[in-house]
């Protein structure tokens, strides 16, 4: 069974700190994901990988950065925390092709940005 | 860019009934549409997805339709039990891209 797993449930941060989360999955998918999650809007996506050390925005990738130095971790970077990215976080991955196959999620990390 | 959208953002059905969320979407290249599952505290799971060169799907309770000329697609759950009680996710991609675009959520409450 795939297992992606992120470093904290719950975190809670000051505004203008730097802020890591991380993600590991353990089924050597090449497409990783971060997701960010809010009431009424889905799941918006904030940047994805394809490989390592390749990434591609999504759809607001403002305020946010991310690190793919190997193929199972894939790390999202907040450089400057701020009130409006308190959210729940949400890393996936996935295998290719890509419609072969089904998103695989994390359990999410709260972060309350104060 | 994907531009998906879905109704109701929350339904509340009585056990034994049916529920069906609907879903629009706007890129008429997606061929690929996903529902995911999210139950309380817990990660979102996908549940049934559907293709363009099928119109519909089923399993067991639950099953998908997909219209490609209007861009809709419905997910229809029949017999509704309490544990179906979860928020769903509908979501669209195409194959030029590894983006899925997902809709807002409905929350689903089946009374007991």
């Known amino acids: 069974d795939v297992k992606v797993t992120q470093s904290s449930r719950y975190l809670v941060k000051r505004t203008g700190e730097k802020v890591f989360l991380e993600c590991v999955q353990d089924m050597d998918h090449e497409n990783m994901f971060w997701y960010r999650q809010d009431p009424g809007l889905g799941l918006r996506l904030i940047y994805f990988?394809?490989?390592?050390?390749?990434?591609e925005k999504g759809d607001i990738p403002e305020g946010y950065s991310v690190s793919r130095e190997k193929k199972e971790r894939f790390s999202l970077i907040l450089e400057s925390a701020s009130t409006n990215q308190t959210s729940m976080y949400l890393c996936a991955s996935r295998r290719r092709p890509v419609n072969e196959s089904p998103l695989h999620f994390g359990n999410g990390t709260r972060l309350t940005v104060t | 860019g994907e531009n998906v959208e879905q109704h109701p953002s929350t339904l509340s059905v009585q056990e034994g009934d049916s529920a069906v969320i609907k879903c629009t979407y706007s890129?008429?290249?997606?061929?690929?549409f996903p529902w995911y599952k999210q139950e309380l505290g817990k990660r979102p799971q996908l549940i049934i997805d559907?293709?363009?060169?099928?119109g519909e799907k089923k399993d067991q309770r639950i099953a998908v339709t997909l219209n490609k000329t209007a861009k809709h697609f419905s997910l229809h759950i029949t017999e509704t039990q309490p544990e179906d009680s979860a928020v769903y996710f509908c979501a669209a991609s195409n194959n030029a891209g590894n983006m899925l675009t997902f809709g807002g959520g409905t929350r689903l409450m089946v009374k007991p």
């Open positions: 990988s394809y490989d390592v050390k390749m990434k």
């Open positions: 890129d008429s290249a997606s061929n690929y």
């Open positions: 559907i293709r363009s060169n099928v």
